[in-house]
């Protein structure tokens, strides 16, 4: 059975931070692109970040840039996201996600394995 499990999120206070991981077990993600996306109470799913395991070229969404970084490992651990500066908007469930493609892709419905999400809340 092939899954993705998150870990990492907490409660923070504003301007804190937190390391977001993802393990996969049941294959190898290692020519997987990953990505991590965030749904915030009532609102849609959006796209975080994603870095591909070809070039490692990683890409932000706007809200993120300077303070998020997305990091692999083609072990265990396929990626990581580094939050730094955390803003009570940044509260969300978080999930990491699997795209076979190579390319770097921000639409949610692309990406073919999903974790169960990781609470992060950030109190102001």
């Known amino acids: 059975q092939v899954q993705l499990v998150e870990s990492g999120g907490g409660l923070v206070q504003a301007g804190g931070s937190l390391r977001l991981s993802c393990a996969a077990s049941?294959?190898?993600?290692?020519?997987?692109?990953m990505g991590w996306f965030r749904q915030a109470p009532g609102k849609e799913r959006e796209f975080v970040a994603a870095?591909?395991?070809?070039?490692?070229?990683?890409y932000y969404t706007n809200s993120v840039k300077g303070r998020f970084t997305i990091s692999r490992d083609n072990a265990k651990n396929p990626v990581y996201l580094q939050m730094n500066s955390l803003k009570p908007e940044d509260t969300a469930v978080y999930y990491c996600a699997a795209d076979s493609a190579p390319t770097l892709r921000v639409e949610h419905t692309a990406y073919d394995y999903w974790g169960q999400g990781t609470q992060v809340t950030v109190s102001s």
């Open positions: 870095i591909s395991w070809s070039t490692g070229r990683s």
């Open positions: 049941g294959r190898t993600f290692s020519r997987y692109t």
